[in-house]
């Protein structure tokens, strides 16, 4: 599927404009020039799920509660239940997601700063959110 970026927004700006269902971004800790380490907590309800996104700087998420998946580019699809960590290496396009029937907390921190920034692209269509879920959860 070939991804076209549409633009680039700030962390709260894309959660609010590029996402399917509802979802909750809680700043944790902001960004500073000494640590270089924002930390959010994303809280999906069941079936949300963000629109294709790219962190040129890469991801690191944590989940802590519930279940979903995160897809990256190349078919690379991860289930997410309590404690999985994934990485996601800079400049790859993701997307994650809760499962259809349980919300998804995650913790998810920016990394390779002051240079990392999120580029949002195509909705995630339900046929490719529902072959994910069916593949990883």
């Known amino acids: 599927m070939p991804i076209v970026a549409r633009q680039i927004l700030t962390p709260e700006e894309g959660l609010r ?3 399917t269902g509802k979802a ?3 700043v944790l800790s902001a960004n500073d020039p000494v640590f270089n380490a924002p ?3 994303l809280s999906f309800s069941a079936g949300a799920r963000t629109f294709w ?3 040129s700087g890469g991801r690191i998420f944590l989940t802590l509660e519930g279940r979903g998946v995160i897809e990256q580019s190349g078919g690379i699809i991860t289930a997410l239940t309590p404690k999985t960590v994934v990485r996601v290496h800079p400049g ?3 997307w994650i997601g809760a499962a259809e029937d349980t919300p998804l907390t995650v913790l998810s921190m ?4 002051p240079n990392n920034l999120l580029v949002y ?3 995630v269509t339900e046929e ?3 072959m994910a879920l069916r593949r990883e959860v």
Not at 110 to 113: A, D, E, M
């Open 17 to 19: 404009l590029s996402l």
């Open 24 to 26: 909750e971004l809680t």
């Open 39 to 41: 930390l959010c907590q």
């Open 53 to 55: 996104q790219c962190a």
């Open 92 to 94: 790859r396009w993701h």
């Open 110 to 113: 920016l990394t390779n700063l």
């Open 121 to 123: 692209g195509e909705e």
């Open 128 to 130: 490719a959110y529902l």
